[in-house]
C-alpha cells in the first residue's frame, strides 16, 4: 500500500478482544494483586493529577467552557481525596475480616476474605469528564484489577488527554483508555468483563445491563434522574437560596446528575423563594448572565436543542418567570425558572440536566411527599427547612439514591458514604471503601479443624441422629443432652 494511503486504525470487536487478552493475561500473572502494585499505581494517578494540573483544566475548558474553579473544586480536588484516602486506608481495606462462626461449625474460624474480579471495564460521561472518568477507576485498581477505561467523546479534549496521561503515568499492561463513541463501546461490550461500570443516562444503561446479562457480568450502574428539592418556610431564606443557585447553576450549569431538578415549595412561599432566587442571582452572575465567565455552556448543540425544546414546549412556555435567553453560537442558556409548569408536561417528565429550574407548589409542604413519590426514585433528594420532624420524616419517607440536608449535592464529598442510585437512578454504589468493594468480591472462608468430627452428619441416617440434630440446631442444651442419651 503507498505510504500516504494511511488507514485509520478501527477499534472493532476484534481490537477489543485482543485488549481483553492482554489484561486477562495480566490479571493472570498475579501483579496486580500486590499490595505495592495497587500502591504505585494510585501514587501515579495523584503525581498524574498534580503534575498536569493545567492541561487537564485547559482539556475541561475546551470541552465545557468550565470555570477553574469549578474544575478544580469538583473535578481535580474531588479525585485528590478519593486517592489520598484510598493511599491511607488501603492497607486496612484489603485486610481480610474475622467473622463470628457457627455453633453448627464448631470448632472453627470464619473469614471475609476480599479478592480482585479481574478485567473492569469503565465507561463514563461527558459532564465531569476527568473525575467520572477517573474515579471508578480507583477503586478498580486498589482492588486489585485491570481496567479499560472508555471516556465520553462528547468531551474530546479530556477524553485525548486522558488517554495520553493514563498511558504515560500508568501500567500500561494492565490499565488502557480506549477512546470513542457507540461502535467503540458497543464493541467493548461485546466481550466478557468480570464487571462494568457504567456513568450516564437509563437508556444506555438498559443496552449496558442487557450485554452484561450475555456473560452474566455484574454492573454498576451510575444513572441519573430528577432530583427534588423541597423548600419548606421555616430556614435561613439567604443561605438556602446561595446553595441552591451554586447546587444548580454553579454546578456545571445544571448539567449534574445530583442537580437539582426541581423545587416544591408551598404556594404562600413561592414568592418570596423566587425573589431571594433572583436576587441571588444577580449577585452571583450579574445582571447580564449570558456573559457571566462563571457558568459552564451546554456541552454541545444537541443538549442545547434538547433544553430549547424543553422550553418551547406550549405546556410551559408562559410559565418563565427569569431568564430564557438563550444563544445558539455560544451554546449559552441563561440562569431560568419557571413557576407552576404542569406536571405532565416535558420539563417535568424528562430529567432536565441543564439551566432550567421549575418550582412546583402545594397546599401544605408534606404534601410533597406524595409528588415525590408518585416518580421514579431519584438519585438525591433535598430538603431545606429547620423543623426537625419535618426532617426526620423526610429521610423516613423518601426514598433516593442520597438525601442532603439543608445543602445540595456536599453528601458526595463524604467518602464514608455510599455513593449511588436507587431504582432508575441506578444499580450499586462507590466512592471511599464502596469503591474497593464495588470491584472486589467478597469470598467467605472458613477454617475448621479435624476435632469434632459428630457422627450424627453422617448416614445412615436414624431418628437418633435427627433428633441431635434438631437440639443442636434449637441451641438447647437440655435437648442436646437428652438426645446424646437416647441415640
Ligand atoms: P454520555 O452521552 O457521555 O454517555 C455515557 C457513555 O455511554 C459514553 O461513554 C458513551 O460513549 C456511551 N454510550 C452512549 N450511547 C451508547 C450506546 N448506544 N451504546 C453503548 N454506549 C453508549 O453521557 P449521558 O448519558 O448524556 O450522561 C448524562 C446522564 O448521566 C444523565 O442522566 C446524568 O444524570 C447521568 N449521570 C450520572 C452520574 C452518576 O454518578 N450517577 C454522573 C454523571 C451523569
Redesign the pocket.
Known sequence: MASGDEKKEVFDAEAAASVVKELRGTFASGKTRSYEWRVSQLKSMLKMTEDREKEIVDALRSDLSKPEHECFVYEIALLKSALTLALKELKRWMMSERVKASITTFPSSAEIVSEPLGIILV??????PFL?SLDPVIGAVAAGNTVVL??????PATSSLLAKLVGEYMDSSAIKVVE???PE??AL?EQKWDKIC?????R?GR??MAAAAKHLTPVLL????KSPVVVDSDLNLTVATRRIIVGKWGGNNGQ???SPDYIITTKDFAPKLVDALKLELEKFFGKEPMKSEDMSRIVNSNHFSRLTKLLDDEMVSDKIIHGGQRDKTSLKIAPTILLDVPEDSLIMTE?I?GPLLPILTVGKIEDSFDMIKSRPKP?AAYLFTNNKKLKEEFVKNITA?GVCINDIALHLAVPTLP???VGE??IGAYHGKFSFDAFSHKKAVLFRSFLGDAPARYPPYTPGKLRLLKALLSGNIFGIIRALFRL
Open positions: 465507561i463514563s460521561a461527558w459532564n465531569y467520572l472508555k471516556p465520553s467523546e462528547i468531551a470513542g463513541a457507540v463501546t458497543t461490550l457504567y456513568t450516564g443516562n437509563g444506555v443496552i449496558v451510575e444513572l441519573g434522574g449534574a446528575c445530583i430529567e440536566f438519585l439514591g455513593f449511588g442510585g437512578s441506578g
